[in-house]
């Protein structure tokens, strides 16, 4: 019973370095969510896929892709780090946007530190 | 002014007692609203949903919506230590587009 699983979950990475961040889910949703939360700041969603092949904008997009690879998996790139981007990442899913009683899911997050 | 707001809090309830948490919004059009509770260095777990007008009732949990006042509030019943975290206000914007969070609002139940 897995539900969201995200990888890696702590990981370092000096300025201008790339990464993907992983996350795949097994609950057959539609849509998928990148988040990161900084202190006091709550939630900002970075990008969001609705359904597979689709992907949009959220809050905070800049310096940042996504690809939603198929149904399962949507992932987070990083492709040069910075300080700012120090953050803690959430990836959630749900079984589509919008729908009132569809919460999202969450995964366990990654911690990234930019050096 | 912010989509989603919370007052960060930490509010401070006593055990036993009800902890009352609000949200207000600022897309008249929103549908539907979740709150998540999170601990310390864990990921959001929902408690709640509600998309109509009135209360909606789940244990000690109650979820209240106002939509003319663009309001939302969390009531805690019988408060207990372990519900000690932060609670995350979530709004799904009219155009059903995209999930909005508040920033949290900081819960501290003391024995």
């Known amino acids: 019973n897995a539900g969201v699983t995200q990888t890696p979950k702590f990981q370092v990475l000096k300025t201008g370095q790339s990464m993907t961040l992983q996350c795949a889910q097994d609950m057959n949703h539609n849509s998928m969510y990148w988040y990161r939360q900084d202190p006091g700041m709550g939630l900002r969603l970075i990008y969001y896929s609705a359904s597979e092949g689709t992907t949009d904008k959220g809050e905070v997009p800049n310096g940042y892709n996504v690809s939603r690879l198929n149904k399962r998996e949507f992932s987070l790139r990083l492709e040069s780090a910075a300080p700012s981007q120090t953050s803690v990442y959430f990836c959630?899913?749900?079984?589509?946007?919008?729908?009132?009683?569809?919460?999202?899911?969450f995964g366990d997050g990654t911690r990234l530190s930019i050096l | 002014q912010k989509e989603v707001e919370q007052n960060s809090g930490p509010l401070s309830v006593p055990e036993g007692a009800i902890a009352s948490l609000n949200c207000t919004y600022s897309d008249r059009g929103s549908q539907s609203f979740f709150w998540y509770r999170q601990y310390s260095g864990k990921s959001p777990e929902l408690i709640m949903f509600i998309y109509s007008n009135g209360d909606k009732e789940d244990g000690r949990f109650t979820a209240q919506l106002n939509k003319a006042s663009q309001y939302v509030s969390l009531l805690i019943r019988d408060s207990q230590p372990s519900d000690s975290a932060t609670y995350l206000c979530?709004?799904?914007?009219?155009?059903?587009?995209?999930?909005?969070f508040g920033s949290g609002t900081r819960l501290s139940i003391r024995p």
């Open positions: 979530a709004v799904c914007l009219s155009s059903a587009s995209k999930i909005i």
């Open positions: 959630a899913s749900s079984e589509r946007v919008g729908a009132p009683n569809q919460p999202q899911h």
